[in-house]
């Protein structure tokens, strides 16, 4: 990650019920050990790369009916002092009704980060432990700048473990066999239109 910006903590610290009612509704903010935590508005690089990945999960998504997905600015309550507005979840079809008026009430099956110098301690830490913890199935912990400081978290018998792109394509159990190709992350140019990579995406029939 090549930049780095300021955040605001609000040291105070509050439940994640205070959060619903004190969070910022212009502003990201998190919930994260029970410190308020707002961030700028992010990079281009940041911005391209959700609305890319956005775009291309909500057509997988809903070309099949499998749930629904949502981006930044929805809080999603974990535990009493762990709230989070994760750059992209999913929910499958089955749990909806952990979706509400007001935000996400437990645990999406995907959780989407990408990551920026000043949250990225926060997301491989004590996010990914409350990830884990919740039971979310899935973790994309996603650097803009390049595969390096990638990673891919999976749930296995022992919590969420990270897992390998098998040939650089990520196979995710939680979207019906969707396939990432995690070149399409970091184009020399500009991204794979969404059509096209929905042809790659889709489980291979036998």
Do not use: C
């Amino acid at each position: 990650m090549q930049h780095a910006y300021s955040r605001v903590e609000v040291e105070e610290r509050i439940t994640s019920d205070e959060f619903f009612r004190r969070a910022p509704e212009n502003q990201k903010a998190e919930l994260i050990e029970g410190v308020l935590i707002m961030a700028p508005p992010p990079l281009d690089v940041h911005e391209r790369l959700q609305l890319f990945l956005a775009s291309l999960l909500r057509e997988y998504v809903d070309s099949r009916d499998l749930g629904e997905v949502r981006g930044s600015r929805t809080a999603v309550r974990l535990e009493d002092d762990q709230t989070y507005e994760p750059d992209l979840l999913y929910i499958s079809r089955d749990r909806l009704s952990i979706l509400q008026e007001s935000g996400v009430f437990g645990a999406p099956d995907l959780v989407v980060e990408i990551l920026s110098a000043s949250t990225a301690s926060y997301d491989r830490g004590p996010k990914l432990r409350t990830y884990d913890r919740s039971g979310v199935r899935e973790v994309w912990l996603i650097d803009p700048y390049g595969p390096t400081g990638s990673e891919f978290h999976q749930r296995q018998e022992q919590g969420l473990r990270p897992v390998m792109p098998a040939d650089g394509t990520l196979v995710s159990p939680v979207l019906a066999g969707f396939r990432l190709r995690t070149e399409w992350l970091w184009p020399t140019a500009k991204f794979i239109p969404i059509r096209e990579a929905l042809l790659s995406a889709a489980p291979e029939r036998s």
